[in-house]
């Protein structure tokens, strides 16, 4: 089996959404729903869809809180499921709260491409020279 490796940021941008979600499809990697877009994305290895659910990592990357004194409980969730064929990532913050980026990778097994083998033909025999021996001058 091959590698397959899928990177990527999930661009909330400054001030918001302060809850929203997107959905990121393997096979093409892109993002197919959701409320903000997805940047910077990266596959390694072959096209093909994981032979299993993958393994994934997704964290914040940038957390703003704006005009926070005193220090309070605002609190900033993130929530994440998977699928052979798709990664949705989920968040909500509370407060002044928000979420610049949040970056995934994804990382699973898919198919070998086939083995191709070209054939090509073999070159036609050429007809052979007599040696210097058999051949004769006539003087």
Same mark, same amino acid.
């Given at each position: 089996?091959?590698?397959?490796?899928?990177?990527?940021?999930?661009?909330? *941008?400054? #001030?918001?959404?302060?809850? #929203?979600?997107? $959905?990121?499809?393997?096979?093409?990697?892109? /993002?197919?729903?959701?409320?903000?877009?997805?940047?910077?994305? $990266?596959?390694?290895?072959?096209? #093909?869809?994981?032979?299993?659910?993958? #393994?994934?990592?997704?964290?914040?990357?940038?957390?703003?809180?704006?005009?926070?004194?005193?220090?309070?409980?605002?609190?900033?969730?993130?929530? &994440?499921? @998977?699928?052979? &064929?798709?990664?949705?990532?989920?968040? /909500?913050? $509370?407060?002044?709260?928000?979420?610049?980026? @949040? *970056?995934?990778?994804?990382?699973?097994?898919?198919?070998?491409?086939?083995?191709?083998?070209?054939?090509?033909?073999?070159?036609?025999?050429?007809? /052979?020279?007599? *040696?210097? *021996?058999?051949?004769?001058?006539?003087?």
């Amino acid at each position: 089996m091959a590698l397959r490796i899928l990177t990527g940021l999930v661009n909330v *941008s400054s #001030g918001g959404p302060k809850t #929203g979600n997107v $959905t990121i499809s393997f096979n093409p990697h892109q /993002r197919s729903a959701g409320t903000v877009g997805v940047v910077e994305r $990266t596959t390694i290895g072959p096209a #093909g869809r994981f032979i299993a659910v993958p #393994g994934k990592v997704v964290a914040l990357r940038q957390i703003k809180l704006i005009g926070v004194d005193p220090m309070s409980d605002y609190s900033f969730r993130l929530n &994440d499921s @998977i699928s052979r &064929d798709a990664l949705t990532i989920r968040w /909500r913050a $509370t407060g002044p709260a928000f979420t610049e980026e @949040i *970056s995934y990778m994804v990382v699973g097994e898919v198919p070998d491409l086939p083995n191709t083998v070209t054939i090509l033909p073999l070159p036609l025999p050429r007809k /052979r020279s007599r *040696s210097r *021996s058999t051949r004769r001058r006539k003087r």
